[in-house]
């Protein structure tokens, strides 16, 4: 049963995540390993969100090793220019002596100088690799093209889903490459009362809400698709059924989006994930989506999760379905969700496993 609002329960069982096979001695020797994390990804006033998943993976990582990871942010709302940037990274280097460099966004690898002689792993993330071969953006291409020479320059790669592993240009390129999806802090997302939810947030407890899981402003979320496919939604019982959005959420509060909606629905051009995907999921409210990401990664078996094309009919006709047939409000036992610990002890495997040339 959903347990009461803010409270958080403990840590469910870990569950697994998609990953290379890693020998146990790797998961041992890995912990006394020193690393920087390179990236342009955080937080902004306008986006709370953004860069949160980079924090979590920085905070696993943190608690399974004895120095903990330093991070430099690069770019304009981190470090600067690209001059200003590689500094940083240089004194990073210097002041640390990593054994591995840890690259998060292929863009970030841009502040990586030349010569160097510490390994690389790079974490790439969806816009960096899709955003530009997609729409021909010039910069998404640019971006395109410095992910692609940051990742030739990588030992290892990960990505949170064959979507992404599938879009790098070579066959080399995707032999190293790692399906490493994020892990879901269960103690955070879980279900919660619906209506205990709905009270936080002063939403009325007698309509349906279908929830857009980001801010509408994003073009690349199509807020447009997901009001189309709302605003003409009728489930033949005169259910007042609406669409609300995710704008500005602080992190702690995006467990009572989750569990406060009927549904979410993610209309994205592209995705490498997204982590509202299984967010969702793991506070037992069911996805809509679009094949993108983890939605077009496997056959979806599961009542919760349910993918069709990109037009206001289809994903309307899905929604209906979702009302009519609601499924419980718990973790759906079919699904695995990706698991924060079991992340961090299969990237610190991959570190060992760079470390011993593997």
Known sequence: MPGGVPAPGTHSAPTRVAGISVPPQARTNASDRRVVFITNLQPTPDDQIRGVFVQRQ????????????????????????????????????????????????????????????????????????LWGPTT???????????????????????????????????????????????????????PLPRSECRARLG??????????PANPSRTLKRYGLALAAVSELDTGRGDRIVLRAMTRVPP????????????????????????????????????????????????WRTPYVRVTVPTP????????????????HECPADVIIPDPVEYASTLLAAYQQVLDGA
């Open 252 to 299: 702690g509060e995006v467990p009572l989006y989750l569990n406060a909606a009927d549904c979410v629905i993610i209309t994205s051009a592209w995705e490498g994930g997204p982590l509202a995907f299984y967010e969702a999921l793991a506070c037992g409210t069911p996805v809509v989506s679009v094949p993108v990401g983890y939605a077009r990664d496997q056959t």
């Open 203 to 212: 939403w009325p407890v007698d309509e349906g809400v279908v929830l857009f």
């Open 58 to 129: 920085i905070a696993a990582v943190a608690a399974m090793t004895v120095t903990p990871p330093r991070v430099v942010h690069v770019g304009r709302r981190g470090a600067g220019g690209l001059l200003a940037s590689r500094r940083a990274v240089r004194a990073a280097i210097r002041e640390l002596r990593p054994d591995v460099l840890h690259i998060v966004y292929g863009l970030s690898g841009a502040a990586l100088p030349f010569g160097l002689d510490v390994p690389a792993v790079l974490t790439l993330c969806g816009s960096d690799l």
């Open 136 to 190: 021909g953006h010039p910069r998404g291409l640019l971006e395109y093209v410095v992910s692609v020479i940051t990742a030739c320059r990588a030992r290892r790669i990960t990505v949170e889903s064959a979507v992404l592993r599938d879009a790098l240009p070579t066959a080399a390129l995707r032999a190293r490459t790692i399906i490493l999806p994020p892990g879901v802090d269960r103690a955070t997302f879980r």
């Open 313 to 328: 009919v289809a994903l309307r006709a899905e929604l209906i379905d979702v009302f009519r047939n609601p499924v419980p």
